[in-house]
């Protein structure tokens, strides 16, 4: 679990707030992953970088912004949040591939996010 | 629709004995199946990653199988411990990976 950190690992902010999430892989690999997971449903993914490009964003609502400054760090801000965006959000990293590929997804602890 | 359903959702068994946990799915194209243990406030773990043409696979006390004809797998918990309470996460790889909702496992003493 050390392989991927996650910073904070609890937030409760309000609706008007700008935060953000940070993540850090120490694996040397060049994907990295942004995950939503809310009580009783599937983990859903929000976006995918490879080698510090977006290469995929399934439809989230602008209010979530991801940066990826290099292939180690992956950031994901925040601002003018919904009480329903409340969730564990997951960061995972993995050797650079599509979302389906084989290589193993390595899981951070993730930020248990509540919006007041 | 491609979809991974589990069962049961929740578990609940004595220390020491074994269980089953079930994973049924309607994914296509199909790449691989994983198996992922989540431990409450953690990220998730991977245990097993099953391709095509692998019908078993283990990891010390956790064995996975796969049936690719009939599009099941199962995840085989032996001899359980009380460590083992967690949410254990079935995922299809295809052009996307598909998650379970998971089963959530209680192991009591």
């Known amino acids: 679990e050390t392989g991927v950190t996650q910073t904070p690992r609890h937030l409760v902010m309000g609706m008007t707030n700008k935060k953000s999430l940070k993540c850090e892989q120490h694996?040397?690999?060049?994907?990295m992953y942004w995950y939503k997971q809310s009580a009783k449903k599937p983990l859903e993914l929000m976006f995918v970088y490879n080698f510090k490009e977006q290469t995929e964003n399934n439809s989230v609502p602008s209010r979530f912004s991801p940066e990826c400054p290099n292939s180690s760090h992956l950031f994901l801000h925040l601002h003018t949040l919904q009480p329903e965006d409340s969730a564990l959000y997951l960061c995972?990293?993995?050797?650079?591939?599509?979302?389906?590929?084989?290589?193993?997804?390595?899981f951070g602890p993730g930020t248990r996010l509540t919006v007041t | 629709k491609n979809q991974v359903e589990q069962s049961p959702q929740s578990l609940i068994i004595l220390e020491g004995k074994n269980c089953t946990l079930q994973?049924?799915?309607?994914?296509?194209?199909?790449?691989?199946l994983r198996w992922y243990k989540q431990d409450t406030g953690r990220g998730p773990v991977s245990l097993t990653i099953m391709t095509f043409s692998e019908n078993t696979k283990s990891n010390g006390r956790y064995t996975a199988t796969l049936d690719a004809d009939t599009k099941q797998s199962s995840l085989h918990i032996t001899a359980s411990q009380l460590s083992d309470s967690a949410s254990y996460i079935c995922?299809?790889?295809?052009?996307?990976?598909?998650f379970g909702t998971g089963t959530r496992l209680q192991v009591f003493p």
């Open positions: 995922v299809v790889s295809s052009d996307k990976l598909i």
């Open positions: 694996l040397g690999h060049n994907a």
């Open positions: 995972a990293s993995s050797q650079a591939g599509t979302e389906g590929s084989p290589y193993e997804q390595y």
């Open positions: 994973c049924n799915y309607t994914v296509s194209p199909f790449s691989n």
